[in-house]
């Protein structure tokens, strides 16, 4: 069974500063990677995915992420956060041969003034 | 497009009894999931539908849950019985063949009291 691993439960930042949240996955075969972001009472709106080619991607809001294979990570990245990246990040992996993905159990991303 | 509705979007209850919530996915996405979120986790996988078949159910999934998705559209998500650890939210989301992400909607809030 596919699990993935957030290893930060909580990230707080200063805003302008530059923030890393962290992901790694367990799986030995070809698998599609994903951040989403939640706020508030709300949905998961997608920012990135990688499904093959280069290891860095780029998604909406200024994030960009980074799929190292080797080491099975796929680490989220923002050079200058801003106050309303305060949300919660799941990081989610969906092997190559099924249709179901897998969540990490989040990070709280919470940006300071 | 609309995007993935789920009704009501809060739903209180008293202890044993039966509630049951509605997914209206994109139009024309022909896999449809649920899933589970309980404070400061991620999304726990319940089930997954491809059209009106239901193909995969997770463990979490116990006799007192059923879904249903009859003519490849809507969903519905049935708790018999509730208790009081059944007070979550609850996620339904939607994908296309030609989608590798999966879109989510805003979620129901059960509370059992």
């Known amino acids: 069974a596919q699990s993935v691993t957030q290893l930060d439960s909580q990230v707080p930042v200063f805003e302008e500063a530059p923030v890393e949240l962290r992901c790694n996955y367990s799986?030995?075969?070809?698998?599609?990677l994903f951040w989403y972001v939640q706020y508030p009472n709300q949905g998961l709106q997608l920012l990135l995915k990688?499904?093959?080619?280069?290891?860095l991607v780029k998604g909406i809001n200024g994030f960009e992420a980074e799929f190292n294979k080797s080491q099975t990570s796929f680490h989220l990245r923002k050079p200058s956060v801003h106050i309303s990246d305060t949300a919660e990040y799941f990081c989610?992996?969906?092997?190559?041969?099924?249709?179901?993905?897998?969540f990490g159990r989040g990070t709280s991303l919470i940006v300071h003034p | 497009d609309t995007g993935v509705s789920q009704d009501p979007r809060h739903k209180i209850t008293k202890r044993g009894q039966n509630v049951t919530f509605r997914c209206d996915p994109i139009?024309?996405?022909?896999?449809l999931y649920w899933y589970r979120q309980t404070l400061g986790q991620g999304p726990e996988f319940l089930t997954y539908?491809?059209?009106?078949?239901?193909?995969?159910k997770s463990r979490l999934l116990s006799d007192r849950f059923s879904a249903e998705r009859p003519k490849g559209s809507f969903s519905t998500l049935e708790i018999q019985r509730t208790e009081q650890g059944d007070s979550a939210m609850y996620l339904c989301?939607?994908?296309?063949?030609?989608?590798?992400?999966?879109?989510f909607g805003q979620g129901t809030r059960l509370t059992v009291v």
């Open positions: 989301a939607s994908s296309s063949e030609g989608n590798t992400e999966a879109f």
């Open positions: 799986s030995s075969v070809s698998v599609y």
């Open positions: 990688y499904l093959s080619g280069s290891t």
């Open positions: 989610a992996v969906r092997p190559g041969g099924s249709y179901i993905p897998t």
């Open positions: 139009s024309e996405h022909n896999r």
């Open positions: 539908f491809q059209n009106e078949a239901q193909l995969e």
